[in-house]
């Protein structure tokens, strides 16, 4: 008896065991599930300042990922549908963007700085502007507006596919009217002069740049928007083709740009401050710094 008692009790000891065992190779497997799921980074337009900074910090930190290029659009659609199934998922994005006022989400710490410093987003106009079209180089000095202010605009166009930005802006005025008239107070009306603005088709230049539009009009002015990227546009300012834009980040995403063409272009100073870009992930997901990230 006593023998059958110890035998019984070797056996549910080996049970116990083998239970326990399966138990951590299933949490071994989960884990491991996880970290797969956390093999990539979803990018912008290759060649961007953006991805530049990513390139680089993905090196220097020495992360086992892959930085797969893409748009803003395709990048967005991916995060949407990873926070639907509460995935992990790790974007190259920014702030102002109106994602962040849809969902919960976090800028990555980056202690090496590379890529999460804080930004300011700047005007730039060609050389000459000021002598051709005062009351436009005056208005383009004037306009700064805020992170919430930008936020406002995206999140109307951004969140509605059926509202395209120019209404978007043109409700923001409305809104903001006492702001908007300090930008445009002193300056000479014109009639039927033109300018051209060149943007990039992203959610914040759409913003800022459809604002400008309808207040530039307001002044007389007939407004040619043109979409280019970020190169061509500094190129383009630089040899008086364009008058200006409002999209360059700095220092980061333009200043590969600023170092080419700075001696060839007028910058106007900040349009907006306290901009920052970087790692951006789900606030569910356990990491808060680029070092929490996969490595080599």
């Known amino acids: 008896m006593r023998k059958l008692i110890i035998t019984l009790l070797a056996v549910i000891f080996v049970m116990v065991l083998s239970a326990c065992g399966t138990n ?11 970290e797969l799921d956390l093999d990539k980074i979803f990018g912008i337009e290759p060649g ?23 748009s803003e659009p395709a990048m967005i659609t991916e995060l949407e549908e990873a ?11 920014w702030q102002p963007h109106w994602t962040f006022d849809e969902y919960d989400l976090k800028i ?17 106009v060609r050389k000459g502007l000021k002598e051709e079209h005062p009351s436009a180089y005056q208005f383009l000095e004037n306009f700064h507006w805020e992170v919430e202010d930008m936020n406002a605009v995206m999140a109307m166009f951004g969140q509605d596919k059926n509202v395209e ?8 005025i409305e809104d903001n009217r006492e702001k908007a008239d300090a930008w445009m107070e002193g300056i000479e009306p014109v009639e039927n002069e033109s300018i051209e603005l060149a943007y990039i088709e992203w959610d914040t230049e759409l ?7 309808l207040l530039l009009e307001e002044l007389g002015y007939n407004v040619k928007l043109t979409p280019l990227d970020m190169g061509i546009t ?15 980040w700095l220092p980061g995403g333009a200043s590969t740009y600023m170092e080419q063409y700075g001696d060839d ?10 901009a920052r870009q970087g790692f951006v992930v789900p606030a569910y997901m356990d990491i808060d710094s680029m070092e929490d990230l996969p490595v080599k």
């Open 24 to 34: 951590n190779d299933t949490d071994d497997s989960e884990n491991d599930e996880k």
């Open 48 to 70: 961007s300042g953006t991805m530049n900074m990513a390139e680089e910090a993905v090196k220097e930190y020495n992360l086992d990922m892959e930085l797969i290029p893409s």
């Open 83 to 93: 926070i639907k199934e509460e995935r992990p998922i790790v974007v190259t994005l």
């Open 108 to 124: 990555l710490d980056d202690p090496k700085k590379i890529i999460g410093v804080e930004q300011k987003i700047h005007t730039i």
């Open 165 to 172: 930005p120019r209404d978007a802006a043109k409700i923001w």
């Open 207 to 213: 913003s800022s740049t459809n604002v400008v539009t």
């Open 234 to 248: 500094f190129e383009s300012i630089a040899r008086g083709e364009i008058d200006g834009t409002l999209i360059a």
């Open 265 to 274: 272009v007028e910058d106007l100073g900040p349009n907006l401050e306290g």
